[in-house]
């Protein structure tokens, strides 16, 4: 907890003067006579776009999309009719790609920091090798690993490389990135396609065969569903994984359904691999894989999320790992917002709606935590000057509130409806019962991380993974290698 009681300071100094400077201000405004209304109503308005989307995208969620089967041409008139009502309001699917070529030899990297991940990394390696099937070509799992020293597991590890002769073991020297990790791992992968994870993911048997339906035609890059599995920890690794079932779920399946577009998200993704190896990695950047996927669609590539596509992680197991992790997503999200944001506008390969949703996710989101804190000084301001708070008769500001407060809970009603794991209705009672304070949360991580963004803070703090955590494995079972016939797979939910 010590590392992140150093940032007490920051956390009373930004919101000192996010709110208490404004709330001086608009009191001094109000003293002065001027009504503060339309400042209010722009902030409102604000909340009212982000609900807006939010109801947009979980309705979009809610329905089977690149799941729907070939439209059978005996189908009655109703049907008929059923299925071009649902064309013309945007939610019948599209029809899911079906393998015509086998699938591919396939790679693995996976990508460790021994020190840290010790104690899971054999058990990821094993649950690879033994559950994930294997393409006529063969499978081919390169560990990509550093560590200041040698460590007794590095033995058990080359003795695992002996029974299972496709385990590469890479120990890459000099390195202090996961980004380093992954691009020497480059230079000798041979895979056709190339699965991006991190040491604690355990992917489903199935996960190349379906990605390979997409990237057998015209995407690059296929990311797919994470699921925290060790969610009975804490409240807090419960909220954590209500809010991944939301993310990968409904909003990045939403993101790619809508603008045919997404991002990889540092693991389970499925790339061609010579596109990979002209991407690469830059270690320079706190979100490596974001930097990535800005680079791979300003390259003219194409990104798409399969939600059907699963693997299983640990989520921060304690307050402190959930501070540092967010922080770092927050201020590495705010430098590949700077760095790119202007580079979407110029691109030839943005469509005009691609480049107006990129502006939402970049700048809109960076901006949000910001803004939606100026609610609090004006109301703050209001109850100094008055002496209370006085109900609105404003038909605005009402309707902004119920929008904004009701798009929650909407989207927490679609999360249950296509949740990867059918948790137990109390898990999604007490998130929106925690919402609220999570929001707050985050929001206050986001401005830290803002904080140190100016200031040039930018050390990565590693999460810790231990045996330590409580983990809930995906029941899968162990399959043979796939015959050239057996390519084709079903649709995706």
Avoid at 415 to 432: G, I
């Amino acid at each position: 907890m010590r590392k992140w009681t150093g940032d007490i300071p920051k956390v009373v100094y930004t919101h000192v003067l996010l709110i208490g400077v404004p709330t001086i201000f608009y009191y001094c405004l109000r003293v002065g006579g001027m009504p503060l209304i339309r400042i209010h109503m722009a902030i409102a308005a604000f909340f009212l776009l982000s609900s807006l989307i939010i109801f947009l995208e979980a309705t979009n969620a809610l329905f089977r999309r690149f799941a729907v089967k070939n439209k059978r041409s005996d189908a009655n008139r109703f049907s008929q009719f059923k299925q071009s009502a649902k064309s013309v309001l945007g939610v019948s699917g599209n029809t899911s790609y079906l393998s015509t070529k086998p699938l591919p030899r396939c790679s693995f990297l996976v990508a460790a920091y021994l020190p840290n991940e010790q104690d899971i990394i054999l058990d990821t390696l094993k649950h690879i090798l033994r559950t994930v099937q294997r393409s006529a070509d063969g499978l081919e799992v390169i560990l990509a690993y550093n560590t200041p020293i040698d460590l007794p597991v590095e033995d058990d590890l080359r003795r695992l490389a002996l029974v299972h002769p496709e385990l590469r073991l890479l120990r890459v020297e000099g390195s202090h990135s996961k980004a380093e990790n992954l691009n020497a791992a480059l230079h000798i992968v041979t895979g056709k396609i190339t699965c991006i994870l991190d040491a604690d993911h355990l992917p489903a048997a199935d996960c190349f065969v379906r990605a390979w339906r997409w990237l057998e035609h015209d995407y690059d890059v296929v990311q797919g569903r994470n699921i925290i599995r060790n969610h009975r920890h804490s409240l807090l690794t419960l909220n954590i994984a209500i809010e991944f079932e939301t993310l990968y779920g409904v909003s990045h399946a939403a993101k790619s359904f809508l603008t045919d577009s997404s991002i990889f998200g540092g693991s389970n993704g499925y790339w061609r691999t010579e596109v990979l190896q002209q991407i690469r990695f830059n270690p320079a950047m706190l979100t490596e894989d974001i930097d990535a996927s800005m680079r791979t669609l300003l390259s003219g590539y194409r990104i798409l999320h399969d939600r059907s596509i699963v693997t299983t992680e640990l989520a921060p197991a304690d307050f402190n790992s959930f501070w540092f992790q967010r922080k770092r997503w927050a201020q590495g999200w705010l430098e590949v917002s700077f760095k790119y944001q202007r580079r979407v506008w110029k691109s030839v390969h943005f469509t005009l709606w691609q480049k107006i949703y990129w502006t939402y996710l970049l700048y809109f989101c960076v901006l949000y935590s910001l803004i939606a804190l100026q609610i609090l000084p004006l109301l703050i301001s209001l109850f100094l000057y008055q002496g209370d708070l006085p109900a609105s008769e404003n038909p605005f500001l009402w309707l902004s509130t119920v929008i904004t407060f009701s798009s929650g809970i909407y989207q927490t009603l679609v999360t249950m409806k296509v949740a990867a794991v059918r948790y137990p209705l109390f898990y999604f009672l007490q998130h929106a019962v925690t919402i609220f304070l999570y929001t707050i949360l985050k929001n206050m991580i986001a401005v830290v991380g803002l904080y140190d963004h100016l200031h040039g803070h930018n050390k990565w703090v590693v999460t810790p993974r231990g045996v330590k955590q409580k983990r809930r494995t995906l029941a899968v079972r162990k399959a043979p290698v796939l015959a050239p016939s057996a390519a084709g797979v079903g649709s995706v939910k």
